[in-house]
């Protein structure tokens, strides 16, 4: 979008989009087409309940829903209103869900009702949350709690508030100011929440939006979830940047992404390696016209390169590229050209965004040669504020001269290309999601006959990764691997559920006496090799 005056603070990325593209639809979910005009008018509707509920500048507006279009127009309130957002994952449990709500002490929640056969409100029953006032239910309201509220009758509840006390949150808001509060897992095992500014987050996918392709007039068909940066940041804000219009897409099905790809004649669909190795799998596959699509983004995983020359081919998208990012940069930190080739894009991530400083380092923080391997760290605007009430974790994440320390482990070469190769950390990457061992082994702990459980990332055709558990099980009790797998699925998402559950008596551990994880990989790799 051409303009003398960028935007500082996303909501005048949206009054911006507006009065270029007024009319143009910025969101369609199913029946119901938001122009970006409506768009801005419902989102003031929100700002003004918020501020006739009391929410000050600053305080946390939640947000715990799938994709659709409330979700958008809920966030575009809270930061017309002057909040700070915190998306939290669908997938979460009640207990999970209940302690980022806890930790950011959120005093409004947006809440989608019924979804995957559950009524997300009622998951939280019987958690303490003192400080959350409110639940604005998306969808069919339950008759219970008072707190609770639809969100046709919340729409109703700023009326009497003046549009000017809204226009008066948004001018004082600037571009350093504080956007959102999204909580990514730690080594510690319990979620932390990154602090990000408005500017940043503009800049950084503004310039992501000019690579990869994303533009004006686009059809922007969003599967990656709005809780998620690849959703959110590289998803609408991308799209509203750019005055593309937003389908937004609350489950992932790849029967249903190719029927939608067809209707809707979608021209732009990023995604984990995942969402396309479904949809090039999927038996029905040549009966859709895809001629619609233009261009991709994808990364997150591992990519082979067959994958993207699968999707040039088979799939028609004439652009495709990669990326790097983690949530402590704001999301983005790298992206690949899409003229180069299918080699290139595949095995590394491309060159650091411009304003972004980018290096390899030694366990000394001493820069590596061209070509070595070291720990990724980074510099630059869009590196996080901070930790959420948590100085220690932000002074060891990033250092005294402002490098950001990712804790993976990559190669850049002479072109400033970067390969990511290992990560110091413990994590791994599931079907495009991020998951933490210690935190998985912190929602196991519980477990009546688990004594101690390990997780390690393994190998898996269609995640990319998925979770490994090694279980020592106490003295006289008894698991079996399905049981065990079963009763994960109630404790935590699902992306975090480990798919193969192995029982051993003992551990390996190093000289500090912990857990030698890359012992328990080569026990997985050899024992793998041993069935084949």
Known sequence: MNTTSPPATL???????????????AIVDGALTLSYAALVAQAERVARGLVAWGVRAGERIAIWAPNRAEWIVAACGAHMAGAVLVPINTRMKGPEAADILGRSGARVLFCIGEFLDQYFPALLDGLELPALEHIVVIGALAPRAAREIDWTAFQRVGDA???????????????????????????????????????????????????????EGDRYLVVNPFFHSFGYKAGWVAAFLQGATVYPMPVFDAGEVLARIQAERITFLPGP??????????????????????????????????L?????????????????????????????????????????????????EMRCADAAGRTVPAGEPGEVLLRGYHVMQGYFDDEAATREAIDADGWLHTGDVGVIDERGYLRITDRLKDMYISGGFNCYPAEIERLM??????????????????????????????PGATLGEADGIAWCRTQMANYKVPRHMRFVDTLPVNASNKVDKKLLRAQWTHAEASAS
């Open 11 to 25: 909501p005048q990325v949206l009054r911006q989009a507006a009065r270029h593209h007024g009319e143009r639809a």
């Open 161 to 215: 508030v003046d549009a000017a006390r809204v226009a008066e949150r948004e001018a004082a808001l600037r571009s350093d100011s504080t956007a959102d509060l999204m909580f990514t897992s730690g080594t510690t095992g319990r979620p932390k929440g990154v602090m990000s500014g408005h500017g940043p987050t503009i800049r950084a996918f503004g310039e992501w939006a000019r690579v990869v392709g994303l533009g």
């Open 273 to 306: 390696p995942t969402l396309f190795l479904s949809m090039l799998a999927h038996p029905r596959l040549k009966e859709f016209d895809l001629s619609s699509l233009r261009s991709s983004v994808t990364g997150a995983a591992s990519v082979p390169p067959v």
């Open 308 to 356: 993207i020359e699968r999707m040039r081919s088979e799939l028609g998208f004439r652009n495709v590229t990669t990326a790097y990012g983690l949530t402590e940069c704001g999301g983005c930190a790298t992206v690949c050209d899409p003229t180069e080739s299918a080699q290139t894009i595949a095995t590394t991530c491309g060159k650091a965004l411009p304003g972004t």
């Open 445 to 474: 702990a519980p477990h009546p006959a688990i004594a101690q459980a390990a997780v390690i990332g393994v190998p898996d055709e269609r995640m990319g990764e998925v979770g490994c558990a090694y279980v020592i099980l106490k």
